[in-house]
T-cell receptor
């Protein structure tokens, strides 16, 4: 299995530009999570989906952030417009709860730098 | 609300010695507990989890963790440290009473840098 795939791995952009991060979950996993990692705040949950439907987006910091999951194998996290404080590593993770006690498997992350 | 505390920013251990990375948690109901490891510029790798049953959980790379409900702790341990164990370790929790039988987001601790000295 290829694991969770994220692209791009690195993104450098200027303030005000639109940024789109992409994620392909592990095949068969029905939950997808987006996290953000910063030095100041650590790892934070932004939003998660179940069967392509957003379940909890209470961690999305502002209206500038949006996420979609048009099908079971693809999700995007968009920031428009981007700001320097959005600089962070963004992780996507997927899981298949099954009998419960689900394990989330993480992608390699996208390192975003907003200048 | 659920939370995780990793009281040590850094733990230094000599190679071959036992290691412990501490974690305490707070949830309203019963916890699902996890340990992940992160190497530089990499994603998080799953090490082990506690769901129910035996309080001593064994995981990858010789790591284990002991769930202690009375102390609300889930410390990570390894009998003999390797230099290659040097990394950033995260403890995470979720309240199993949330979201019915489905999944939920994890709450992570701040992480502990484990440094194994040759």
């Amino acid at each position: 299995d290829a694991g969770v795939i994220q692209s791009p791995r690195h993104e450098v952009t200027e303030m005000g530009q639109e940024v789109t991060l992409r994620c392909k979950p592990i095949s068969g996993h029905d939950y997808l999570f987006w996290y953000r990692q910063t030095m100041m705040r650590g790892l934070e949950l932004l939003i998660y989906f179940n069967n392509n439907v957003p379940i909890d987006d209470s961690g999305m910091p502002e209206d500038r952030f949006s996420a979609k999951m048009p099908n079971a194998s693809f999700s995007t996290l968009k920031i428009q417009p981007s700001e320097p404080r959005d600089s962070a590593v963004y992780f996507c993770a997927s899981s298949f709860p099954g009998q419960g006690g689900e394990t989330q498997y993480f992608g390699p992350g996208t390192r975003l730098l907003v200048l | 609300a659920q939370s995780v505390a990793q009281p040590e920013d850094q733990v230094n251990v000599a190679e071959g010695n036992p290691l412990t990375v501490k974690c305490t948690y707070s949830v309203s109901g019963n916890p699902y507990l996890f340990w992940y490891v992160q190497y530089p510029n990499r994603g998080l790798q799953f090490l082990l989890k506690y769901i129910t049953g035996d309080n001593l959980v064994k995981g990858s790379y010789g790591f284990e963790a002991e769930f202690n409900k009375s102390q609300t702790s889930f410390h990570l341990k390894k009998p003999s440290a390797l230099v290659s164990d040097s990394a950033l370790y995260f403890c995470a929790v979720r309240d199993m009473s949330r979201s019915g039988g489905g999944a939920d987001g994890l709450t992570f601790g701040k992480g502990t840098h484990l440094i194994i000295q040759p």
